[in-house]
């Protein structure tokens, strides 16, 4: 009597063949790709974020370019760019992104001509439709830039662009929820181990789930949760900052015009009848403390100046808005670290991309599935961004980090 009393109030531990901890565009896309390839296995997305309002994804530029340093990374934007073109063949009739292809431009000043040059190549031969600009060829494309100190520019013919980040981080999610993932709200604080096995995690509520493969999609927080099961994985958060800025000068050829990456970092695109803008703080800059705490100062010092000194419309500028957005920063090398673990290896990494994980999220998740699935990467070498170059110090560089 005692005993069947007591195993009524025990709930069965939930139990998932896939759980992937982080419901932005990574764990959305894994989800959504084991479904689509016909994972027959259950499915769950654990965040802790359900509004998915302090994520990296919803707070990303939205951006996707071909130009990179590392083949693999002109892949997965490929890969991405390709699932842009088809979205209504994939998602329905009323999916909408908001893509807009203008382009990017990277601008760069004669002592950084060799290493554009170099990357145009790359970018070249991996498929990307760029063309290095020289001179009056830059001014006469973009007739609203100061080219003075400049060498020239590379600029993205097509392919390139940007979109509505949290339109296709939600396309993504609803289509896999659509097919049966199902998402559980919860902070994850523990991982459950047995050897070299993870067995399960544990929540903030104290609940356990116990799984098959473990996915880290945590964004910013992929470092504290490998952490949880005593690895070590270099990928945190960086704080970084975007302006939204007012430009009355600014004419239709301003409006059309491309993402522009100045040579001292300072980048900036239209947004809507608007621009934004920002910059990556130099590395003794770099903010310690992780909070959404904008910093006026920092666009007053040292981004205006580089806005209005390149185009003269932009002397006269207002900002409107602002956010605060932090990056799943890769100390080693800023580029993505995809894969199993070596030695635990139901645990699959996708993680710190660094500032460009939005436009790599459709072909990480596409990579992480054919792990789960097939053991091995089908569509896209990625064995280089293994976890396994931490541990060997063998950083691989994306030099285009912006
Ligand atoms: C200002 C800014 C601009 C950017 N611009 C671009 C751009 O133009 N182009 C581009 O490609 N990329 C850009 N990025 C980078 C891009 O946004 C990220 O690389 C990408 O969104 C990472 O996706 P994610 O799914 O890994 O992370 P996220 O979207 O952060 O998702 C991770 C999720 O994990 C959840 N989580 C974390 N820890 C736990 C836990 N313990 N338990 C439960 N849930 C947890 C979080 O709540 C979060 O929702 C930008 C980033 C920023 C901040």
Request: net charge negative; charged share 20%; proline share 5%.
């Amino acid at each position: 009597m005692w005993q069947a009393a007591s195993l009524g109030n025990v709930r069965p531990m939930k139990r998932f063949d896939v759980l992937i901890v982080g419901g932005g565009i990574i764990g959305s896309a894994t989800a959504w790709y084991l479904k689509k390839h016909g994972f027959a296995g259950s499915i769950a997305i654990v965040e802790k974020d359900t509004s998915y309002q302090f994520g990296c994804t919803g707070r990303s530029a939205g951006g996707i370019r071909q130009q990179f340093s590392t083949p693999e990374n002109i892949a997965l934007s490929m890969f991405g760019l390709k699932l842009v073109r088809n979205l209504k063949q994939e998602f329905g009739p009323d999916a909408d992104v908001g893509f807009r292809e203008q382009g990017y431009l990277i601008l760069a000043s004669e002592s950084g001509m060799p290493i554009l040059e170099e990357n145009h190549a790359v970018q070249v031969a991996n498929g990307g439709d760029n063309v290095i600009l020289k001179g009056n060829e830059l001014a006469a494309r973009f007739p609203w830039l100061v080219t003075d100190g400049l060498a020239g520019g590379c600029f993205g013919l097509s392919g390139e662009g940007w979109m509505d980040p949290y339109s296709m981080m939600s396309l993504l999610r609803k289509a896999a929820v659509a097919k049966g993932v199902e998402v559980i709200t919860g902070e994850v604080t523990g991982i459950l181990k047995l050897g070299n096995a993870i067995t399960g995690i544990s929540l903030a509520s104290g609940e356990e789930i116990s799984c098959g493969t473990l996915v880290n999609a945590a964004g910013a927080g992929a470092g504290a949760l490998a952490a949880m099961a005593g690895i070590d994985l270099p990928v945190g958060p960086r704080k970084r900052f975007v302006y939204v800025f007012d430009c009355p000068a600014a004419d239709e050829a301003l409006h059309k015009g491309p993402l522009t990456v100045q040579p001292n970092g300072v980048w900036f695109r239209p947004e809507g009848r608007n621009f934004i803008c920002g910059l990556s703080p130099e590395e003794h800059e770099e903010p310690t403390v992780f909070d959404w705490e904008m910093d006026h100062d920092f666009f007053d010092e040292k981004i205006w100046p580089a806005l209005a000194e390149r185009v003269p419309k932009f002397e006269a500028i207002k900002v409107i808005s602002s956010w605060v957005g932090h990056y799943d920063y890769n100390a080693l090398d800023q580029n993505a670290i995809i894969g199993r673990h070596p030695q635990v290896t139901n645990l699959i990494f996708a993680n710190g991309f660094s500032g460009h994980g939005f436009q790599q999220g459709p072909a990480a998740g596409n990579a992480v599935a054919e792990l789960v699935m097939h053991g091995a990467y089908r569509t896209i070498d990625l064995t280089r961004f293994c976890y396994e170059r931490i541990g060997r110090n063998e950083p691989l560089f994306e030099k285009n980090v912006i």
